[in-house]
């Protein structure tokens, strides 16, 4: 079946310090959304991201959908302690509007 | 806003046991998903319902796995017999039809042994 790709699987960081989480499809992508999952906790919606090259920022975090719609990319800039939790991309390839295709996800620790 | 109820949030149960989990999505949402998420993985889409029928079970392994949502509102989904594979979190998800942000319960952890 469908698969997308999410990398890097952990990241480890210094407080203060960048993070970005990369998903790339194969195929060209309806939409993508993004959700982050705090440990012990269930998912949570950060956003969706429809047209092509879209760019949209929730204070410090930064997503991009690319110009070809098969990848995007959640960036956070000077992590802190509160954004530890595992960040999944969930896309959507054209089905039904809620299906969705979840990838691994990358967990991120933040020492502080 | 109350949010995606779920039970039990824990369960034990030894291979070839049958076992339930209940749902009850966030009220007047029409959509209602059944996920599976094994440790280290995404949720994987079990089943998806628009009121009380079913737009997508291709991924539920339906010769084990079943679920139903009668009333159009909360649902059950059901693993019978059980298989150690088949532990994991249980999450639920519901979304109204105008919108696509799913807001997900907190999940039935289950260990098969």
């Known amino acids: 079946g469908q698969q997308v790709m999410q990398i890097p699987q952990y990241q480890h960081v210094q407080e203060g310090e960048d993070f970005t989480t990369y998903c790339n499809s194969s195929?060209?992508?309806?939409?993508i959304q993004w959700y982050k999952q705090r440990p012990g906790g269930h998912p949570v919606f950060l956003i969706q991201?429809?047209?092509?090259?879209e760019v949209k920022k929730q204070k410090r975090l930064t997503f991009q959908f690319g110009e070809a719609k098969k990848n995007s990319s959640l960036h956070i800039t000077a992590t802190q302690t509160t954004d530890v939790g595992t960040y999944f991309c969930?896309?959507?390839?054209?089905?039904?509007?809620?299906?969705?295709?979840f990838g691994k996800g990358t967990k991120l620790s933040v020492k502080p | 806003e109350a949010g995606v109820a779920q039970s039990p949030r824990y369960k034990i149960i030894e291979k070839r046991q049958s076992v339930a989990f209940w749902c009850n999505p966030i009220?007047?949402?029409?959509?209602l998903y059944w996920y599976q998420q094994i440790l280290g993985q995404g949720p994987k889409l079990l089943i998806q319902?628009?009121?009380?029928?079913?737009?997508?079970d291709s991924q539920l392994p339906k010769d084990r796995f079943s679920a139903e949502r009668l009333k159009g509102v909360d649902s059950t989904l059901k693993i019978q017999p059980a298989k150690l594979e088949d532990s994991a979190v249980y999450l639920c998800?519901?979304?109204?039809?105008?919108?696509?942000?799913?807001?997900f319960g907190p999940g039935t952890r289950l260990t098969v042994t």
């Open positions: 998800a519901s979304s109204s039809i105008q919108g696509y942000e799913q807001y």
């Open positions: 195929t060209t992508l309806s939409n």
């Open positions: 991201l429809v047209k092509s090259g």
């Open positions: 969930a896309v959507n390839y054209g089905g039904s509007q809620g299906n969705l295709i």
């Open positions: 009220s007047g949402h029409a959509t």
């Open positions: 319902f628009q009121n009380n029928g079913v737009v997508d």
